[in-house]
């Protein structure tokens, strides 16, 4: 039977991840002693100190929680290997999808690191001083939800976004960023779009609709300037010859023969995440 790793993507965070594995292993040490040397010529933390003790408000923060996640799932990837326990498939959610790369052997454990934090900065800048929002709806249809998010962009179409205290030049935009699984899809957008989708949903019927701990519209065309910085960015990545069948997010299958990987990866950041279709593909498999 084939093996698959699933990784965690962003908000599934909290202090004290890894601390357990620290003083166990010395391999997962290794990892988390390394990871600032990693980062500090984008975002100068110590990656271990804020896993280990916080604060929650500043581990939440896109451009510290990307490679404090990427910094743990690295360090339990090499323990299972080291174990033997090596994947046939692997795929992750959104940010988990870089660990995934790296347990495929496409990203090094110094690039990837490295490559997570200059993906939150530029996440994290692309919506600076916009108020933004990412909500899961609960129990409703695939259909009805991008039509409510269409219906809550043309009720705001002669509303223009506020950015930093001035009226911009924008639309309100609410897309679909996650298909996670039957009865669990994440819209994402401006945050007055999202209020308005979700006002249209619980309408129609939707069970709940829950804000997100994240601090960006992730998955939608908001993050274009995340797109085009990573762009710029992977023209200095090597990336290496899978070892294991990537299974990824913006098809929810594996990479196709004119595709490559830093173009699904430059799709993703302002792209839906299949994250269902993704599961699907790997039982089926």
């Known amino acids: 039977m084939a093996l698959g790793f699933i990784y965690a993507g962003q908000g599934s965070q909290k202090v004290g991840m890894g ?19 990693y980062v500090k010529d984008v975002t100068d933390f110590d990656v271990k100190d804020l896993c280990f003790n916080g604060p929650m408000e500043t581990l939440s923060q896109t451009r510290y929680t990307q490679p404090c996640m990427v910094s743990f799932a690295v360090g339990i990837t090499k323990l299972l290997k080291q174990a033997g326990v090596n994947p046939d498939y692997v795929c992750g959610l959104s940010l988990g999808e870089y660990s995934a ?25 692309a919506v600076t001083g916009r108020e933004v929002k990412m909500s899961a709806v609960l129990a409703m249809e695939r259909d009805v939800i991008v039509q409510c998010c269409k219906e809550a962009e043309e009720a705001l179409a002669d509303e223009f976004v506020e950015i930093a205290g001035e009226v911009s030049k924008e639309k309100y935009t609410v897309q679909v960023a996650n ?8 819209i994402s957008g401006d945050a007055k779009a999202v209020d308005k989708a979700t006002e249209l949903l619980k309408e129609k019927g ?17 993050m274009k300037p995340a797109g085009d910085k990573l762009k710029e960015r992977f023209k200095s990545v090597s990336f290496g010859q899978p070892q294991a069948k990537v299974v990824f997010n913006a098809t929810g299958k594996p990479m196709g023969e004119d595709e490559c990987v830093s173009c699904l990866l430059e799709k993703q950041v302002q792209s839906s995440v299949y994250l269902e ?9």
Do not use: W
């Open 206 to 222: 939707a069970k709940r609709v829950l804000p997100l701990v994240v601090s960006g519209p992730f998955h939608t065309s908001l």
């Open 179 to 186: 298909y996670n699984c039957p009865g669990q899809i994440v």
């Open 277 to 285: 279709d993704s599961i699907r593909y790997l039982a089926e498999n």
């Open 101 to 125: 790369l790296y347990a495929a052997d496409v990203l090094t454990e110094e690039e990837v690191i490295n490559l997570v934090a200059f993906r939150g900065k530029a996440m994290e800048e």
């Open 19 to 37: 601390q357990d594995f620290y003083e166990a292993y010395p391999l997962f040490r290794e990892t988390m002693d390394s990871a600032e040397d």
